[in-house]
């Protein structure tokens, strides 16, 4: 197909599917419902921009690569919103997480431009909630046996006791504590490592 | 108003916080793969974590997936 070609299609798919694309935008993103025409035009001028200046590969199935990319926009919006969140908790106080216990301090010979750079960097790199959930899912999702632990964690997201979770999942108690230990120092973990500015870091742990 | 007040979420407690994650940006959602061999075969007991995210939890993000899938006959968005 050339290029051209995949551009007619795109228009002619997107086209076609716009209502269910956005239909799918305000299930899957109620939030987002006021900003789902603004998103899906997003999508497209993304989607003409690959096609059509960076001659991408079309893909097989335009409707559900389409669908990938709203998913992706989306979340895109919400992680700002994140940002947003985690940055402005209370107790977070940007000068004091500007230096982390894991990462040395600003080199006091460094100018001030060279410490904004820095702290910009930092800023970049925070690793949010989301991504660490994310990370710690694909790493239960690798081997059977961890699966367990992922939904002990997820049911105790969501308010269940430990006493509730051996009863659903059919285990023993002493199971759903080790998973639920195992799942908390693994994020935990990844957080200490990964949360530079630690604004993730302090929600978690430094408030009751 | 903001862009940041339009949508701004209530989160009073930590608790709200890693819910609103977890509910709203998908963060514990099931790989594409895994999520598409549970939408074929549901009573599998190797997707008993995805059942509970699915069914129980109704993550919307994951039953949007499934509705686009049945619609399409085709897989989730990878």
Not at chain 1, 55 to 76: F, G, H, K, T, Y
Not at chain 1, 145 to 170: D, W
Not at chain 2, 35 to 44: S, T
Request: aromatic content about 8%.
């Amino acid at each position: 197909m050339t290029t051209p070609e995949s551009v007619n299609a795109l228009t002619k798919t997107f086209h076609m599917c716009r209502a269910r694309l956005l239909g799918y935008l305000v299930s899957a993103f109620p939030r987002l419902a006021n900003d789902a025409d603004d998103i899906l035009q997003n999508v497209w001028l993304e989607a003409h921009r690959r096609i059509a200046d960076e001659a991408q590969q079309p893909p097989e199935n335009w409707e559900s690569w389409l669908r990938c990319v709203v998913r992706s926009r989306a979340i895109d919006h919400l992680r700002v919103l994140e940002r947003h969140i985690f940055l402005n908790w209370p107790g977070v106080n940007r000068e004091d997480t500007a230096t982390t216990p894991w990462e040395p301090a600003d080199n006091e010979a460094d100018g001030p431009s060279q410490k904004v750079l820095e702290r910009e960097r930092r800023q970049r790199q925070g690793l949010l909630l989301s991504d660490v959930l994310a990370e710690f899912c694909r790493w239960c999702e690798k081997r059977p046996q961890r699966l367990a632990i992922k939904e002990a964690y997820e049911r105790s997201l969501h308010g269940q006791s430990p006493g509730a979770i051996a009863t659903a999942m059919g285990a023993s108690a002493d199971n759903v504590y080790q998973w639920l230990h195992q799942a908390r120092e693994w994020v935990r973990q990844r957080l200490a490592e990964k949360d530079v500015d630690r604004s993730v870091f302090l929600t978690l742990y430094g408030r009751k | 108003m903001s862009q940041h007040s339009r949508h701004y979420p209530q989160l009073n407690s930590l608790g709200d916080v890693v819910r609103w994650v977890v509910d709203e940006l998908g963060a514990l959602c099931p790989s594409p793969e895994r999520l598409r061999q549970y939408f074929k075969n549901p009573q599998d007991s190797a997707f008993r974590d995805v059942h509970y995210h699915v069914e129980e939890l109704k993550c919307p993000i994951c039953n949007a997936e499934r509705d686009a899938w049945s619609d399409s006959g085709r897989a989730p968005a990878q």
